[in-house]
C-alpha cells in the first residue's frame, strides 16, 4: 500500500472513531442530498425561474454541466480508483457506491454549484459553501472516499465553477440577461 493510501485510511480510520448514532443519522442523510447533485440541480432550476437570479442560474447549470463531464464522464473511469471500505472492513451506513472513487462526486457537483455562488459574490455564497463542506465531510464519515478523492472533488468542482461562470457571464451578454 502507497503512502498516500495509508494517510488517507489513517484519516479515515480518526474520522470513524468519532462515530456517533446521532452523527450516523445525520451525515447519512446529508449525503444524500448531493445524490446526483439533486439539491445544487434543484437550486439551479429555481434560480433559472427568477428573472433577477437567472445569470446566476445560468452559471451554475453550466458549471453543473462540466462537473459531470469533467468528474462522471473523464476522471473516475480514467483513474478507477477503489474505494476504502475495500481496503478496511467497516459497518457501511449507506448503501455502498459501485463507481470509482476518486474524484469525489458528491463534492465535485456541491463545490461546483457552491463555487458559483462564491464566485459570483450572492448573498447565498456562505450558506452554500457550507452545505457544500458537509456533504464533503459525509463522504469521508461514512467511509466511501479518501479524503484525496474529496479534495479531489473540491479542485475539480472549483474549475466547473470557473468554467460555468466564464461561459455563462459570456452567454447572459448575448442574451442580454446581466445582472
Known sequence: MDMITQWDLSVLDAIASLRTPFLDNFFSAVTHLGDTGIVWIVLALILLCIRKTRPLGVCMALALIFDLLLCNMILKPLVGRIRPYELREVALLIKAPHDASFPSGHTAVSFAAAGVVALRRSKLAIPALI???IIAFSRLYLYVHFPTDVLGGILVGMICAL?????GSRLCKKLRWED
Open 163 to 167: 468554467l460555468g461562470c466564464s461561459f
Open 131 to 133: 452545505l457544500a463542506s
